[in-house]
């Protein structure tokens, strides 16, 4: 093992699980000790390792990682496989479910049917935030006589939502791919509504590519006295953004939000508390989506069972529900992307007399022009122009 293959894996190692480390960490123990058992002399492996191995630690480590390069090794031998043979070993499917080394894939052609559990290469696990999640369509191999499904290659993404990786500064993390429509999720009260948090969250949808839709949940409570006027709905309005007024108690937008979903892949995000989950449930009621944090059909948290995050829908509406969409939040941007975001605002860029303009403060700028003969709206400006001010630091207003 040279050592950038044991770096390769080392990072393969470090991605997994504690549990599935542990795991490893016992089988290379086990194997040790077999060898040690078998061969009085020491082995060339121990002898290798042997010199650090006054704690035991590393050499156990080090047979941690060769046992990772057996697998990774199985891995490509399997593709070599493949490629001498037909091309219907190979079949394609969604990535429904994804763990640390595996995967769950729903094969197209038998939608819902059937669910194959798939093994990563350690190379793909170790790269796995940038390379695979919920939502892409894969190829895999489902060959029955090695009992064992094998993720063998992901296809570009048409569309993604992504947040900052925590642990990877500058870096993105997929959080979902491939959803035709993205509905932003916000509640005309309790909690409040921020359309700061709605400007947000459309940046983050327009960046990866798909489209948004935005309800504005419990629309019954129209009249509460901490209850938005709906007028502040008017900029999004105009410029394209399709929103629909929903009550999931009432029954009120649920026919209208069914049509704007039917046939496509979606996804709901937003605030805690502001009814995604009711909406889910009241579209499509095999989500069965913790409303309140329990599960209305077997009244228990849903984390006790495990089953796909990929419902289909009576319209042929897949939604898709994973841990990371429920938990998406809007955060820090750059003033690159919100100016991206801004796209009403590029027709009047050719009057700015700068070319690096930041239509805020400087002289002859066509942008505010515009938003202040009305050509543009003053709302949405406005709404710029504190994205900009806060550096693209600003957290949108946090909520309960
Ligand atoms: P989530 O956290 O966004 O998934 O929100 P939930 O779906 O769990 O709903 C939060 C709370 O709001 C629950 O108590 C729901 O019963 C309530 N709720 C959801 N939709 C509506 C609605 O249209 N009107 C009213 N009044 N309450 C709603
Ligand atoms: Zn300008």
């Known amino acids: 093992m040279n050592k950038h293959q044991k770096a390769k894996l080392q990072a393969a190692f470090d991605a997994m699980s504690k ?99 798939c ?55 997929v959080v979902v791919a491939n959803v035709d429509v993205i509905v932003v999720v916000v509640s005309i009260a309790s909690p409040p509504l921020h359309p700061r948090l709605i400007d947000r969250f459309l940046i983050a949808v327009e960046r990866g590519g798909a489209q948004a839709v935005v309800c504005v949940n419990k629309i019954d409570l129209r009249d ?29 937008g649920i026919a209208e939000l069914q049509a704007a979903l039917a046939g496509k892949t979606c996804a709901f995000v937003g605030h805690s508390g502001v009814g995604k989950s009711s909406l889910a449930n009241a579209i499509c009621p095999t989500v069965d989506a913790e409303v309140g944090g329990v599960s209305e059909a077997s009244g228990r948290g849903r984390h006790t069972t495990t089953q796909s995050s990929m419902h289909h829908t009576s319209h042929g509406t897949r939604i898709i529900d994973t841990p990371g969409v429920r938990s998406f939040s809007v955060e820090d941007l750059s003033d690159d992307d919100i100016r991206a975001a801004f796209v009403e605002f590029e027709p009047h860029m050719d009057v700015c007399r700068f070319r690096d303009c930041t239509h805020t403060h400087e002289p002859a700028c066509g942008v505010r022009d515009a938003a202040e003969s009305g050509e543009l709206s003053q709302a949405r400006y406005e709404t710029y122009r504190r994205m900009i001010a806060d550096g693209g630091q600003g957290r949108p207003d946090r909520v309960g």
């Open 119 to 173: 093994l990563l290469s350690p190379d793909m696990a170790s790269r796995q935030h940038e390379e695979l999640a919920v939502g892409d369509h894969v190829i895999f191999t489902d060959d029955s006589s090695e009992g064992q499904a094998r993720l063998v290659r992901v296809m570009p993404r048409k569309s993604f939502l992504a947040r900052p990786d925590p642990r990877r500064p500058g870096r993105m993390r």
């Open 224 to 252: 509460a006295p901490d209850a938005a006027d709906m007028a502040v709905m008017d900029p999004y309005r105009s410029i394209g953004v399709q929103v629909i007024e929903t009550s999931p108690v009432k029954g009120i």
């Open 19 to 117: 549990a599935e480390r542990a795991a490893l960490l016992k089988q290379a123990a086990d194997r040790r000790r077999k060898q040690q058992r078998k061969k009085p002399m020491r082995s060339r492996d121990d002898e290798v390792v042997g010199k650090r191995s006054a704690r035991g630690g590393d050499a156990i480590q080090d047979l941690a990682l060769r046992i990772l390069a057996e697998q990774s090794a199985q891995f490509g031998e399997q593709k070599q496989a493949i490629s001498h043979e037909t091309a219907s070993v190979e079949r394609s499917g969604i990535a429904v479910e994804v763990g640390r080394r595996r995967c769950t894939v729903e094969p197209v052609e038998r939608p819902a049917d059937e669910l194959v559990d």
